[in-house]
Each structure stands twice: as structure tokens, then as C-alpha cells.
């Protein structure tokens, strides 16, 4: 009879990857610290596979196809992202009848053989699996393009795959990567709220989870934590199980956690815990990360194209009225781009609306497609200034 012999939250930021220098390095080291604690914590375990259940940041799926959940059952999971790339042995057996007989229990989930995934799942094989000769079992669930899956119906699958783990013989660890509170590409992307991630915290220490199974979409979204989707599958999986914190880091602009549920190791409440309201108030009325308008398709498209595709990031810095043509976009539908090359991007970190999103870009998709925009001008900006350095060549 199989057995969750582990199960685990952790933060999976990008910023643990490039280490940008409007980071604190101590925050990042003490994120990475946590997540290699747990990791070793698996050698202690021996699972037999690793469940890793995580988000998409617009890099996978994307409006071509997004489904509410997915199983990767390919051969091997591969993942992508700064230019590190992971390769790890999925466990096709217990994948495959999880697919399988979750379809039987009702629970309609698309798949992918050949998938890429992006950076939930790569801080999780970069930190946590860490080399370790371990298969996993990658399943993703929509955070970030509604319609979204409710936290209740996110740990009803959970429950389902604790019911296929208990029918089989592998022992199995849980790792859902995602959270806490943060706003990326959205006027409040400087204001994570700190204080529901403490409130969360304590009830998480409490045993309390059937409280956050019970938060609305509008809710998550409210407070930036709808990447919990994925803890709440894991919920379902292990029932009312107390946690522990391993560490969290309030960096400016984001809530990094990582949790421990099993095995406990004894450790008490936590100071941010300590530190919770009794309960926390939601106001309502704020709805960050909405269904993107299919008339604003070519928008989100080129934004999406752009990230992957160097050549026609070039052009929308060099031939702005190729990539409209290209796309079937009027010269109005067009001229908001030019705002991709907007020097001063701070501005739009603190308190303003980009003219994207009013245009109707998806808040996250256009800020991963700004970061890369500036990106490349700063490579440009560096090869003209190499160009124009005079030769140290002596004569």
C-alpha cells in the first residue's frame, strides 16, 4: 500500500535564478538554504517518486491551449529557464495510472509527452531534487489565465491522487511550488500583502488548511497568492495536516515561503505567525489577472512571441510596422508597443497601470515580455558601446 511519506511548499521565484541587483542576497540565499533543507529531507523519507505540482507563468501553455490541469507523462520531464535547462526521469508507471484513473474519478486532465516547463518546476529540480536519482510526476494547474480551478475543486483532485497513491505500492512526496503574496506586471507589484501571508502562515501551523480550501478565486487574487492553487492540490492530498515554516523572506516585492507538512520536525509557531491577525479581512473588489479578451489576441500574442524569439525582438525595437503587418494589427493596435522600450519601467512597479494592460496585454505576460525587451536594448546598448571603445592595440 503506497504512502505520502513527504510533503512540501516552496517559492519559486526567477529572481533565485538571475539574482538581480534589486535583490537582497541574503533573502535569496536563505529561500535556496530552505528549499536544499527539504530537499535533504527526501534522503531521510526515500520516496519512491516525487509528485511536483506547480503553476505556469505564461511560458508552457499559453491561449493556443490552457487547460485547467495537466499531467507531463512523457519519458523524461524537461524543464527550461535562464539559461539552465533540467532533464529528469518521470516515473511513468504511477503517471500513468494517475492519469488514468483520475480521468475514471472525473477529473478531466489534459497531458503533454514533450511539454517544457518553466520556472515553478525548474527552482523545484535546480534546489530541491538537486541531482538526486529521484523520478518525479510533474502536474500543472492554471494560476494565471481564468478561468481558474477553485481552491475546493484543487483539493478534491488533491484527495483523488492520495486515493491512487494509497492503491499503489510506491511511497511518494509531495512538492507544490508556488506563492506567497506578489503582483508581477500589475500596479501592485511593489505592495505584496504581507499581512494575509502571516494570517495564511498561522493557520497553516494550526492544522487549519480546510480554511484556505475554502478562499474564492477573487479572494486569492485580491491578496496576489493565486500560484496557492497548487499547495491546495497538495492539501487535498495529505488531509488537515499541521505545518511548520522552514523560512519566509518579504523581499520588496514578493512573499517567498517554504513549508514543511511531512515529516514534522517539531518545530513551533513561527514569529509570522505569532505576528497574524485572528482573521484576516479581505476588502474585495480588485481582480488583477483576468480572462484575456479575445480581442486583444494579437496583442498578447506578439508579447508572448517575443519572449521566445530574439529576431522578432529585434524588429519590434528596429521595424515596429513589419511586426504589425506581420500580426494583422491596425497601426493604433500597433503603436502601444512602442511602450515595450519605455526607459523609465520603474514607474510602472509603483502605483501605474501600463498602457499594455489597458490595451488588454495580461499583466504577467506583458511584464516577462518588457523584462525581455530590456533586456536585449541593454545588450545592444553594450555591443555599441564595445564598438565604439578605441583598440588597446599597441603599434
Same mark, same amino acid.
Given at each position: ?13 526567477? !529572481? ?10 541574503? /533573502?535569496?540565499? &536563505?529561500?535556496?538554504? &530552505?528549499?536544499? !533543507? ?10 519512491? @517518486? ?20 495537466? $499531467? ?22 504511477? #503517471? ?23 520556472? @515553478? ?6 534546489? +530541491? $531534487? ?6 518525479? +510526476? ?22 483523488? $491522487? ?10 511518494? &512526496? ?6 506567497? =503574496? ?36 477573487? !479572494? ?5 497568492? #493565486? ?49 497574524? =491577525? ?44 513589419? +511586426? @504589425? ?15 515595450? /522600450? ?39 546598448? &553594450?555591443?555599441?558601446? !564595445? ?5 588597446? @592595440? #599597441?603599434?
Amino acid at each position: 500500500m503506497g504512502k505520502i511519506v513527504g510533503a512540501f511548499a516552496t517559492v519559486h521565484a526567477p !529572481q533565485l535564478f538571475d539574482r538581480p541587483p534589486s535583490e537582497d542576497p541574503k /533573502q535569496l540565499d &536563505a529561500d535556496i538554504a &530552505a528549499m536544499r !533543507q527539504i530537499g535533504k529531507e527526501l534522503e531521510e523519507t526515500k520516496p519512491d @517518486a516525487v509528485i511536483v505540482i506547480g503553476s505556469d507563468h505564461l511560458e508552457t501553455f499559453f491561449l493556443s491551449s490552457v487547460p485547467t490541469f495537466a $499531467i507531463l507523462s512523457g519519458e523524461f520531464s524537461h524543464a527550461e529557464f535562464a539559461g539552465r535547462k533540467y532533464e529528469l526521469k518521470i516515473h511513468e508507471a504511477l #503517471t500513468e495510472d494517475l492519469l488514468d484513473k483520475l480521468m475514471k474519478m472525473g477529473f478531466d486532465l489534459g497531458y503533454s509527452q514533450d511539454a517544457v516547463l518553466g520556472h @515553478a518546476f525548474a527552482a523545484v529540480y535546480e534546489w +530541491v $531534487i538537486e541531482g538526486r536519482k529521484i523520478p518525479v +510526476v510533474p502536474i500543472f494547474v492554471n494560476a494565471y489565465l481564468p478561468p481558474l480551478p477553485t481552491a475546493k475543486r484543487c483539493a478534491e483532485l488533491g484527495r483523488a $491522487i492520495g486515493k491512487v497513491i494509497a492503491s499503489r505500492p510506491e511511497n511518494v &512526496a509531495i512538492v507544490a511550488s508556488g506563492g506567497m =503574496s506578489h503582483f508581477p506586471g500589475t500596479w501592485k507589484y511593489p505592495k505584496p500583502d504581507f499581512d494575509f501571508d502571516y494570517w495564511a502562515i498561522s493557520e497553516i501551523e494550526k492544522g487549519n488548511l480546510d480554511t484556505l480550501i475554502n478562499l474564492t478565486n477573487e !479572494q486569492l487574487d485580491e491578496v496576489g497568492n #493565486t500560484e496557492l492553487l497548487s499547495w491546495m492540490i497538495m492539501f487535498g492530498a495529505i488531509g488537515n495536516h499541521k505545518g511548520e515554516l522552514v523560512t519566509y523572506q518579504p523581499t520588496w516585492h514578493h512573499g517567498h515561503a517554504v513549508l514543511r507538512f511531512i515529516p514534522l520536525k517539531g518545530a513551533g509557531p513561527s514569529k509570522e505567525g505569532q505576528e497574524a =491577525s485572528k482573521k484576516y479581512e479581505f476588502k474585495g473588489g480588485y481582480e488583477f489577472y483576468k480572462h484575456p479578451s479575445p480581442s486583444a489576441y494579437k496583442l498578447n500574442k506578439v508579447l508572448y512571441d517575443s519572449r521566445f524569439k530574439r529576431d522578432l525582438r529585434l524588429r519590434l525595437i528596429h521595424d515596429l510596422p513589419s +511586426v @504589425a503587418k506581420e500580426y494583422g494589427m491596425t497601426p493604433d493596435e500597433a503603436k502601444v508597443l512602442e511602450t515595450l /522600450q519605455d526607459d523609465d519601467i520603474e514607474k510602472f512597479r509603483d502605483g501605474q497601470v501600463h498602457p499594455l494592460v489597458e490595451a488588454g496585454a495580461h499583466p504577467l505576460g506583458m511584464w516577462m515580455a518588457v523584462i525581455r525587451i530590456h533586456s536585449e536594448l541593454r545588450k545592444l546598448r &553594450a555591443e555599441k558601446n !564595445q564598438i565604439g571603445q578605441p583598440s588597446s @592595440a #599597441t603599434h
